[in-house]
């Protein structure tokens, strides 16, 4: 079988449905490396390319933007707002902030329509009711086609789900990092989508059970994370982001590799 993101299998936001292994854009700038990456996902496979707008002052939007202008077939752009760099790097749901930045991003991302609208960080100044409330009307008037959160506890997520239909949920998590359980859990029951971020431990290459399982499976620590995170959940979605070709093919391949259930109990028992 030729190298496909397709291997990891699919999962559902709202109507779309996107193969199990996505892009992560936080670093993305204009360059060719980047312009390289973005233009070979599709071939891979890869439909769900993952962004905000304060991603490298916006050039992450504006890089996916003008490269993939003409967006393949089936292709979800998630982008996120709600969060202010230029501040500081802390949130701000302010409605006119937020009405600004989508419109931004729209301009960026060459879209009338955002797909996969998350609000990046929950304002502690302003009740989630409201500003899910305000995304839910920017979703009425078709700029958003649906909605996700951003590190948000299960008391927000259902506070959020009472106002609007939540697809998706963007919290850290990987098999070092587990202070999320609860979330993925009641995504897992509930067919929210799980969206990993830093899928990959910061620590894995220091840890002897990763390492000894992946030499096992002749993959590198990275992809036995991933697949770790694949057999975890069937909501989960993880988006590791590169800006090399190689390490885009070798993290797709990680939607191949199958644990076996004493690894995957060993990994468990790592957080």
Same mark, same amino acid.
């Given at each position: 079988?030729?190298?496909? &993101?397709?291997?990891? =299998?699919?999962?559902?936001?709202?109507?779309? /449905?996107?193969?199990?292994? =996505?892009?992560?854009?936080?670093?993305? /700038?204009?360059?060719? *490396?980047?312009?390289?990456?973005?233009?070979?996902? *599709?071939?891979?496979?890869?439909?769900?390319? $993952?962004? *905000?707008?304060?991603? %490298?002052?916006?050039?992450?939007? %504006?890089?996916?933007? $003008?490269?993939?202008? /003409?967006?393949?077939?089936?292709?979800?752009?998630?982008?996120?707002?709600?969060? $202010?760099?230029?501040?500081?790097?802390?949130? +701000?749901?302010? @409605?006119?902030?937020?009405?600004?930045?989508?419109?931004?991003?729209?301009?960026?991302?060459? @879209?009338?329509?955002? %797909?996969?609208? %998350?609000?990046?960080?929950?304002?502690?100044?302003?009740?989630?009711?409201?500003?899910?409330?305000?995304?839910?009307? @920017? @979703?009425?008037?078709?700029?958003?086609?649906?909605?996700?959160?951003?590190?948000? /506890?299960?008391?927000?997520?259902?506070? &959020?789900?009472?106002? *609007?239909?939540?697809?998706?949920?963007? +919290?850290?998590?990987?098999?070092?990092?587990?202070?999320?359980?609860?979330?993925?859990?009641?995504? $897992?029951?509930?067919?929210?989508?799980?969206?990993?971020?830093?899928?990959?431990?910061?620590?894995?290459?220091?840890?002897?059970?990763?390492?000894?399982?992946?030499?096992?499976?002749?993959?590198?620590?990275?992809?036995?994370?991933? &697949?770790?995170?694949?057999?975890?959940?069937?909501?989960?979605?993880?988006?590791?982001?590169?800006?090399?070709?190689?390490?885009?093919?070798?993290?797709?391949?990680?939607? &191949?590799?199958?644990?076996?259930?004493?690894?995957?109990?060993?990994?468990?028992?790592?957080?």
């Amino acid at each position: 079988m030729s190298l496909h &993101a397709s291997a990891a =299998g699919q999962v559902t936001l709202g109507d779309l /449905t996107v193969n199990r292994i =996505g892009l992560g854009t936080n670093r993305v /700038t204009d360059t060719e *490396a980047a312009r390289a990456v973005l233009r070979h996902t *599709a071939e891979l496979g890869i439909n769900f390319i $993952d962004t *905000a707008n304060v991603y %490298q002052s916006g050039q992450s939007e %504006q890089t996916i933007g $003008d490269t993939l202008s /003409t967006y393949p077939e089936g292709i979800v752009i998630a982008t996120k707002g709600g969060y $202010d760099a230029a501040a500081g790097w802390v949130p +701000n749901n302010d @409605q006119q902030y937020l009405e600004e930045e989508l419109q931004k991003s729209l301009r960026r991302l060459k @879209q009338q329509q955002i %797909q996969l609208y %998350q609000l990046h960080r929950v304002d502690p100044e302003i009740p989630i009711e409201e500003t899910v409330g305000w995304i839910k009307e @920017q @979703q009425s008037k078709g700029l958003i086609r649906h909605i996700g959160l951003s590190e948000v /506890t299960v008391d927000l997520l259902e506070r &959020a789900r009472k106002v *609007a239909t939540i697809v998706s949920v963007q +919290n850290e998590y990987n098999v070092l990092q587990r202070k999320h359980e609860d979330v993925l859990q009641y995504c $897992d029951a509930n067919g929210i989508v799980f969206i990993p971020f830093y899928p990959l431990a910061k620590k894995k290459s220091a840890n002897d059970a990763v390492l000894s399982i992946a030499e096992a499976h002749n993959a590198t620590a990275t992809q036995i994370s991933i &697949a770790w995170l694949l057999r975890k959940s069937k909501v989960m979605l993880p988006i590791p982001g590169t800006l090399s070709v190689a390490h885009l093919e070798s993290n797709v391949a990680a939607g &191949a590799i199958e644990l076996t259930d004493e690894e995957f109990n060993r990994l468990n028992q790592l957080a």
